[in-house]
């Protein structure tokens, strides 16, 4: 007999889309979040996340791509070019046949969302400024020590679920092993506004300190995504307001003319960490958990959401939610995409961090040859988009968890 069916260690962004995709579910769910709870949405950081329009559909299953959408800007255009040569490329929504490639939120209104869903979740138990400190699993329960200012418990759960972010303590007390690499790069996160109307477009530009990338948002402002060494991050954080917009255009180039202004500015440090599995007994890791990458081609949550639909739809299915055979399923089902994904994000860096002037003329003529390639342009969108194979199950295609008929 245990406590809890599922035990979910993390309320970031994976974890609450877990919880609030279970809510159709006849399972008893307990999450555990070791910071307090945000009680006002400025309790969010800065970050916008460019969702492709698989993860639109997944969040029109669980039910909170309405509550999101007033506020969500579209993606018409990807624009790639790099500084210092004359090549681009650009992905066009109409050319792949769609209305949009994706969509840009603002994380506050994303977790808003999320919450706001969750809280009324008579399936779900939260608990806040707890931590995990020690599992234990046999066959029939892991034994979860939490631990929080009054003193430590204990509670039984079916099935432990670890999204408890890049530094996973469900990881390593696991006993998963990670691959880890710093990129040495610090991304710096402002909500800024050009002079020109964005029209839709989400511009990647290859600077020659990093990559730079402008997310359409509402209002006509844009989602600035900088990654640089850590020493010239610093520099550009200490700059003051009208220091800081002059020295965009610099790098962005005037595209989007120059910018008048802008929102705070935020930092985050840049690592990938991809666990070597994703199963132990009774144990599960997704989200960042179980691959942090770096936000250069802005998969990380779009990962984590087929993750959560991939185990989302074998819980439904399954009696048991530690089930060996569910565990097996849900690694084999995951780890191929998780890993052609890091690759991606990986090589497209790596593409792009050599200055030498004779690669970076031939990458320009790459992406103007890219440009006249439509097949090509058209796949990359799609998987851009979070379009994989095989696509089972309700949540993938926008509907309701047990919309489908899975008896449980
Ligand atoms: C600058 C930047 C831009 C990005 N842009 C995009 C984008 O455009 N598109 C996209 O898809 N992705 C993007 N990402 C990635 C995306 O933000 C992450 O993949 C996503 O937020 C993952 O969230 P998570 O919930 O898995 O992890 P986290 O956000 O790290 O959440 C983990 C949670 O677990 C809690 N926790 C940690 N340890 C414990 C413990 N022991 N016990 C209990 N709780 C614990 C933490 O407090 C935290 O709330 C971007 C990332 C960055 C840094």
Redesign the pocket.
Known sequence: MTDYDITI???????LSLAAALAPLPLKILM????PPVTDMRGWDE?????GFG?RLIYGGIGIWDAVTGNASPIETVHVSEQGTLGSTRLTAEAVGVAALGHVVT?RDLATALEEKVVAQPNLERCYE????QVEADGEAATLTLEDDNGRREVATSLLAG????????RSLLGIDAASEDYGQV?I?ANVTPRKPHHGVAYERFTRSGPMAM?PLTGNRSAM?WSLPPREAERVMALDEAAFLAELPRHFGYRLGDFTATGPRET?P?RMTLARRLIARRSLL????AH??H?IA???????LRDVAVLAELLASYDDPGDDMLLQIYQQRRQPDIEATARASDGLLRLFSHHWPPYAHLRGAALIGLDRLPPLKRRLARLGMGFRKPLQGPLFHGRPLLSGGQPR
């Open positions: 260690i993390g309320g970031g962004l994976t974890g555990v979040e070791s910071r970050r916008s996340l460019a969702l993860s994380l707890t931590r995990l400190v999204a408890d972010g890049g530094a996973s303590s469900s991304a996160v997310l995504v985050f840049l997704l989200g960042n958990a942090a990458l936000p802005g998969q990380g949550l779009n990962l984590a």
